[in-house]
């Protein structure tokens, strides 16, 4: 699978679940976020857990990809979900199609 395949999986898996989320992460997965860093599956799977326990009603169909751009093994994707979240962005490193590195920042509006 290519990066961009690895991160187009990554963006359905959400609304699936968490079991599907993982399935694009590996054991030494580092997550950087504005919030701390999330280091390896026993850190992702809780992370995950949380992360979909707090998305309102109606994120997921309010989640749209403004650009994705891949080379070679890096991924940015900039994204919306308004009203919740204004502007995100990840960045990726993928490696065996599994994402190894990512980070994230976002707005939230007041």
Request: aromatic content about 10%.
């Amino acid at each position: 699978m290519s990066t961009e395949g690895t991160i187009q999986h990554h963006i359905q898996a959400y609304a699936v679940g968490v079991s599907e989320l993982m399935s694009d992460y590996t054991g030494e997965s580092i997550i950087l976020t504005s919030d701390g860093t999330v280091v390896g599956g026993d850190a992702l799977e809780p992370f995950f857990e949380d992360l979909l326990a707090a998305m309102p009603d109606g994120f997921n169909d309010a989640f749209e990809v403004v650009q994705l751009a891949t080379h070679g093994p890096l991924a940015v994707m900039v994204w919306k979900a308004e009203p919740w979240v204004s502007a995100g962005t990840n960045t990726f490193v993928v490696q065996d199609d599994a994402i190894l590195y990512q980070t994230y920042a976002g707005h939230r509006p007041a």
